[in-house]
């Protein structure tokens, strides 16, 4: 079956813009997670919905992100006014239950470059 | 806070050499705890994970890692690595609630020279 997908693979914002970068999870996973991953770090996490309830957002840097799952699927990260401190892989992981004890399947990733 | 601490930066080995990766993990509470590997140009893979039981856990391609909670530690094994074992290992591990997210160490970079 196929894994957690995401798109754009790579994305190139000039510093100010506003980005979207798309998740879609394995089929029928309830839990969602979104990490964000600096070079040479590991993955920190972001935000996580559980169906389309956002349950967690301590992880978002700051309010220029924005994280949705309107209909409990697929999700979406938005960075508003980018800025060059946000480049880094996006990593989005899908469960297929609610507790922590579910392996997560992580997806390629998004590349930002903010220039 | 939870934190996770990868000893090795960067492992060199030969082909059939041992590997060992040390992990420690800081948190007082009941914990699951994960081995994730990512191979050049490949998304994160889980190796194995460990959430009650046997200390001793099993996972793909003849990794092990042992849980010793007096210690805090989490380290990874093989008795005889390959060069195809070439990659990026993170330790990470989440507390025993639901929705909790992975906190993950900073990672090892495994190369093996054939």
């Known amino acids: 079956g196929a894994g957690v997908s995401q798109s754009p693979r790579y994305k190139v914002a000039k510093r100010g813009q506003d980005v979207a970068l798309r998740c879609d999870p394995i089929s029928g996973h309830v839990s969602l997670f979104w990490y964000q991953q600096a070079l040479g770090q590991g993955p920190e996490f972001l935000t996580y919905f559980q169906n389309e309830a956002q349950l967690d957002k301590s992880g978002l840097p700051s309010d220029r992100f924005f994280a949705e799952r309107p209909e409990g699927s697929v999700s979406t990260l938005k960075i508003q006014r980018t800025q060059q401190e946000d480049s880094a892989v996006y990593l989005c992981?899908?469960?297929?239950?609610?507790?922590?004890?579910?392996?997560?399947?992580f997806g390629p990733g998004t590349r930002l470059t903010v220039t | 806070a939870q934190s996770v601490s990868q000893h090795n930066h960067h492992v060199i080995l030969s082909e059939a050499a041992s590997l060992e990766l040390g992990c420690n993990y800081s948190?007082?509470?009941?914990?699951?705890l994960f081995w994730y590997v990512q191979y050049p140009g490949q998304h994160l893979q889980l190796l194995l994970k460990y959430f009650s039981g046997d200390p001793l856990v099993k996972g793909i391609k003849g990794f092990e890692a042992e849980f010793i909670k007096s210690k805090f530690s989490f380290n990874l094994r093989k008795p005889s690595v390959q060069w195809s074992d070439t990659a990026e290992y993170f330790c990470?591990?989440?507390?025993?609630?639901?929705?909790?997210?992975?906190?993950f160490g900073k990672g090892t970079t495994l190369s093996v020279s054939s």
């Open positions: 992981a899908s469960s297929v239950g609610g507790s922590s004890a579910y392996e997560q399947y």
């Open positions: 948190y007082g509470g009941t914990v699951n």
């Open positions: 990470a591990v989440n507390a025993g609630q639901a929705g909790t997210a992975l906190i």
